[in-house]
Structures are given as structure tokens and as C-alpha cells.
């Protein structure tokens, strides 16, 4: 099976500016931003989508929804807030086929989304 994008990101196959990782999750910055600070993050083993997670996978998305806020303080905007996003098929948003975790801040955000 061909290595997503992420994958290939996590790697160091491709660029990307990294801005933390560690041995489950990778962070970097969304090449596309939606707001001022749009991070993505990352797990290293690769989930096609939140949808296709299992019971053997609840350590890790718990690993990357505590992961986040600690990204968030580390980067200097967790005090003025920010939202996390999870998108998930194509109705959902989805463009790669790797579960990741939108990070976005810097901005009001508004509601509702899409």
C-alpha cells in the first residue's frame, strides 16, 4: 500500500514546517491555512479516518486530543483559545485519506462551521 501524504510528511519525505512531534504524533503547519494558525497533527500510524478507528486505537486519539492544547501553550496561543477540527469522508470535508487534526487559531472563530 503507497504511503499517504502524511505518511510521507511524518517520514521527512517530504518538506513540511514541523512544530513538534514526538512517538505517536507529528504537528506542522496546514500549507493552506484557514486562519492564522492552522496546524495539523498527525498520528504516525495511519488511520484512514475517524470513522475507520477502532477500539485498539483509543489510546492514541485520546494521545492526540490532549496533544493539541499542549501544542497550543507550547505555541503561545492556547490563553486566547482555539478550535480543533476533525473532518471525516467527503461530505465531512476530507481531502486526505490520513486522520489528522485541524488546529486553528489566532482569529474569532465563528459558528456554525462550513
Known amino acids: 500500500m503507497e504511503k ?5 510528511i511524518c517520514d521527512r ?4 514546517t514541523i512544530v513538534y ?3 505517536l504524533c507529528v504537528s506542522f503547519k496546514d500549507i493552506t491555512p484557514e486562519a492564522p494558525v492552522h496546524l495539523l497533527l498527525v498520528p504516525r500510524k495511519p488511520i484512514p479516518r475517524i470513522a475507520a478507528a477502532t477500539a485498539e486505537d ?6 492526540l486530543l490532549l496533544t493539541a ?5 507550547e505555541q503561545g496561543f492556547a490563553d486566547d483559545g482555539f478550535r480543533i477540527v476533525i473532518n471525516c469522508g467527503k461530505n465531512g470535508g476530507e481531502t486526505v485519506p490520513h486522520l489528522h487534526v485541524h488546529i486553528l487559531a489566532g482569529r474569532q472563530m465563528t459558528w456554525p462551521p462550513g
Open 58 to 63: 483509543q489510546a492514541l486519539l485520546g494521545h
Open 69 to 73: 492544547p499542549k501544542i497550543a501553550r
Open 13 to 16: 519525505e517530504i518538506p513540511a
Open 4 to 8: 499517504t501524504l502524511f505518511q510521507k
Open 21 to 23: 512531534e514526538d512517538d
